[in-house]
């Protein structure tokens, strides 16, 4: 599927600073770039860098005067997500992860895996695989979490949203991610654009490594894993997000948005996505 | 019921200070002393009082010079809690609680109830009555939450005991009163001499008011609350410690015993819990 | 002194509840009301209460009907608090506080002061006496802890507080109270007007039990300790609220104001404020 | 430096499973294995992987068997860390930081960074260069937390013990890490053995990354920069535990010693620790 990405950001600099975006689209075998588009508005200083482990593509932008900076970047992109079926899975055993996917078995600053053991295996220890058991996390997230708008912030974790019982597309990830981790399921932090999300809005969603692939998990339900556009991997919200400011940044507007451009798309519904799942790495 | 009641505390001082313990058993139409000593070696400055609101007995100590003071409590003491069925619970509207029992509504430092209003009503929102709300937490709590020593120390709230899910007796407590509190079911802290417990120690349940009553509940499962002599009310744990020191107190050994003298004491069932419940105050 | 003060609340109901307002002045030897008036609209059953222990006067208000609820407070109150020097501060030894000051050494909900007993010692270790402590720590409160509107919510904690060096006035005061517990200071929490607040609002200011006295301390210098209005007394936040609900009540407007009448009225200076301390109790 | 380490580990498995562990010393440019021997009692299947990011060595054994596991890991390991001086350090502005270095700039598990902003500025604002920052959060680490054995556990936090101003290694490295990312200093975690450490333990440090380099600091004081065998770097305590296990492993026994061969080998002093600065990496 193709999808037409735009995002917008106006900032105010009230001093000389450095910051980084992480607002492109990844280039990798299954997401090609068609095209894009990135203008900073007034002029500055910009070099663009990838990192090579996670794909994250960061356009590093000093602001050298003090004052109101707008920045538009649009694309077209082409995703091929792998469809994988239950019988595509291979029996992974804990000891055959390669060591880079033990990382995402660590506890994260807003995922506390370490803490939910007890919990996930009450929970989800009756599933016979850890697909069943990631279906198990997200059927019991969608039940038991409600979206509220505005009801979290940059410091609300995993447990927060637990206790609480509420959150927005962060914390349904972060809540993800840490049950997962916690059955000794790896799982990391996706962020993307997502087709026609409601309100329109970065995405966040997460993924896990089962049987040799990861696969995407959005616990919102508000898109669907095949109508997303990547952006960013992570451990969690603290390492993908969207400007890094080495000094006052403030923002003043964001605006985002993700079409695609096949008028026949359609989101998979909840029963597909009981049975196929989505690969987008 | 007539219990004998036994409390050895080792305290050592390294400097002079002056220390408040809880650990008389209270007196009141419910609970009658039929004798008591309390002696303290060596012999130091000492004044007994009540608090007339909470019924709370407190010796304060004034260790003049530092080394081992060595406290021994016997009492005996006869209970005649009231057993009360279903039918005797007046239906109390929240309006008419009275203002001393609106007090325990609030959260407390280790009873987090405002974070628990979403899933509170979540899990116990079908239930019809207070009364069946509170038997649906002691029955969630049972299923849920391990008891397990040493798990826990005295900075563990009622929300770690909800992520972690494992606790001791005043952790069980904890978890009751904020999840009562949540649904506002007013609940406070209740320590205790129990009979027979098992490892010995001093027991912590708690009390909800309903229908006119303070009920009282043992989320643990390890004591019945007909078989525990009352020493202190509180919000939490914060407000009826064994120990209150001003300065540094050391607390080197502790031996705690309650029986009951009447050897046809049994401990009500689970099942006869479901139908008696026990007023103590 | 003679103040003015007016507080308008427009509440919507969803649905029939009960809900309590704790936003009438105080009545006692130190706060006399003038008069006073409460209106209701639409006009609904209504009592009016007292707490005896804390003199915190509630209007229990039951909203059969769901739809606009508009409250209007207004009063003339006369205050004379006490103005207390240094040499009138008896020194009183922690085993003379009576019972009902004792209690406000606990922590509770939001002022976790048994976290913070090696913090006060380091900062505040080196004063002679309680009063001197207290002064530094409003000192110290001063110095680190940035008044920032929207900050926080009503979920932080002192130790929140203390982390992110930043609050409003519930904030400040809950620091101040956690920070004088955890040096054996009984200290609560008081609600009220103030004179000319900017922005107007509710005020939170803490209480100090120093040489057999309350002593009354606005760590935000916002106000000025003789020139408020009493409302409420509680431990913490938790207790003190304007309004509890027992049901969803949502706040559409607050206008809150207090005038002293006297136009010579001004507030105290900060030096003054090392040499003279104010008891409303 | 050439230094002998032993390191025993007695685990009892109750069900078969895996476990990796990380106790073997580095090889890198300035870490030279001389010789190593590693026994698994009694043998299992038994694979050694490394981390080329991190340079972390793992040993995942399969148990499949329950019972009784020993490890016994020697070596002799000689080690050239830099000695780098103020003169040397390169004038880095943040837009220069490598992506790698980058990463160690985001909060995780133990190291609240994002919360810690206000605090550094106003504690260390001050300070002229990264290095000075650096130094100066020792400093304060020094002054302010105490090192008590058994105060703290697998979830204490940074900002736990920036309340609680006590620790052990692991928190006293957590809150160096904290505050230098909290003013956009890199930092990691770092494990090791270490000369002569009392009480005898794995070792944890932290590096900055200043001007080009990794440099290392030990804010506990217990143990010299360049006394220290290097074994594990990860961002926090999360990512490199001596020990991860798949299932239930309980650890019965740790032995662990470090001694330099060269017995003129004598510890930096605090004065000579404020001129020269050593790297490991």
Chains 1, 2, 3, 4 share one sequence.
């Not at 969690?236 to 080495?246: G, K, L, P, Q, R």
Request: with cysteine; charged share 20%; glycine share 4%.
């Amino acid at each position: 599927m193709t999808f037409k990405i735009i995002c917008e950001l106006d900032y105010t600099a009230t001093a000389p600073l450095t910051f980084l975006l992480n607002i492109r689209a990844q280039k990798n075998s299954r997401q090609r770039i068609v095209d894009e588009t990135f203008h900073l508005t007034p002029s500055m200083p910009h070099v663009e860098h990838t990192d090579h482990v996670t794909g994250n593509r960061f356009d590093q932008i000093t602001a050298q005067i003090p004052g109101l900076y707008h920045i538009r970047y649009e694309a077209t992109v082409e995703n091929s997500p792998e469809l994988v079926y239950r019988h595509n899975l291979a029996d992974t055993e804990v000891h055959e992860f390669p060591l880079e996917v033990l990382s995402c078995l660590y506890a994260s600053r807003y995922c506390q895996s370490d803490r939910l053991g007890n919990l996930a295996a009450q929970q989800f220890g009756d599933c016979e695989t850890p697909l069943d058991r990631v279906l198990a996390v997200i059927k019991w997230i969608e039940e038991h979490i409600s979206y509220v708008s505005g009801s979290t912030d940059a410091s609300t974790s995993a447990v927060d949203s637990l206790v609480e019982r509420r959150g927005v597309c962060r914390d349904f990830a972060h809540l993800g991610i840490a049950m997962c981790r916690a059955m000794n399921i790896p799982a990391r932090y996706f962020t993307a654009y997502a087709h026609e999300l409601n309100p329109p809005d970065f995405h966040a969603c997460f993924e896990t490594w089962i049987g040799g692939r990861w696969l995407l998990w959005d616990a919102t339900g508000l898109a669907s894993p095949d109508g997303v556009v990547h952006i960013g991997t992570g451990r969690d919200a603290a390492e993908v997000s969207v400007c890094t400011s080495f000094g006052n940044l403030q923002l003043d507007r964001q605006n985002v948005s993700c079409e695609a451009l096949d008028k026949d798309y359609r989101k998979l519904t909840v029963e597909e996505l009981q049975r196929v799942f989505i690969c987008h790495t």
